[in-house]
């Protein structure tokens, strides 16, 4: 159910630098569904995060991460994450993922952003802390995105059909013999490092 969401997107074009966009919408991110956590969310956006590298140019440009805080609550946050799901997190995010994430923009940063940015400093390689950091509000995205390009949840001109676009990678995953659920695309050890499962997506 997470990826039905659309908490997370990989959107159909690149940002003006050429970078492929992952994006995560904050006040689409729904604890309350059954089964659902935050590990498994993170599950999601690690599998997004690969199938991202198969886009153009994602190899060699890298990934951008945009997440939108528009209209989030972080009331609902606090009630169901915990520190072993901000470690795993940023362990994700330097370790395991081959995805080259180069630039990070923050659409509305909540007055809080840059408290939780201090939380998991201590976490960050040096290499994390020098990646482009932008925080700015929607229009803003401009500067960044032709509005031609971009998709209408944030702003832009284009119609984006995201479960037309599951479905789409759902007949792929079948047709390369695999099961379309994130559930266990990854499998957390007694450390809480993440790997990658090899060969299926569950």
């Not at 991202?52 to 990934?63: D, F, S, Y």
């Not at 284009?158 to 390369?176: G, N, P, S, V, Y």
Request: hydrophobic share 40%; charged share 25%; glycine share 6%.
């Amino acid at each position: 159910p997470e990826l039905q969401t659309a908490f997370n997107l990989i959107l159909p074009h690149t940002d003006r630098y050429g970078h492929t966009v992952v994006t995560q919408t904050m006040s689409l991110l729904d604890l309350s569904l059954r089964g659902t956590s935050m590990e498994r969310y993170q599950r999601m956006g690690f599998y997004l995060l690969h199938r991202a590298l198969r886009e153009p140019g994602a190899q060699t440009n890298g990934i951008a991460l945009l997440i939108d805080f528009t209209g989030f609550k972080f009331g609902r946050l606090l009630r169901h994450v915990r520190l072993s799901d901000m470690r795993r997190g940023v362990h994700m995010m330097q370790e395991c993922s081959p995805a080259h994430l180069n630039v990070l923009y923050i659409v509305n940063p909540p007055k809080w952003i840059e408290t939780l940015l201090g939380m998991i400093r201590p976490f960050l390689r040096r290499d994390t802390l020098q990646k482009k950091l932008f925080l700015l509000d929607r229009a803003e995205l401009s500067n960044h995105f032709a509005s031609k390009q971009l998709v209408s949840q944030f702003g832009g001109a284009i119609a984006f059909d995201w479960h037309a676009q599951l479905e789409r990678w759902d007949a792929d995953e079948t047709a390369r013999g695999l099961d379309f659920d994130v559930s266990g695309f990854l499998q957390e050890d007694n450390d809480d490092s993440i790997q990658l499962v090899r060969g299926r997506v569950a």
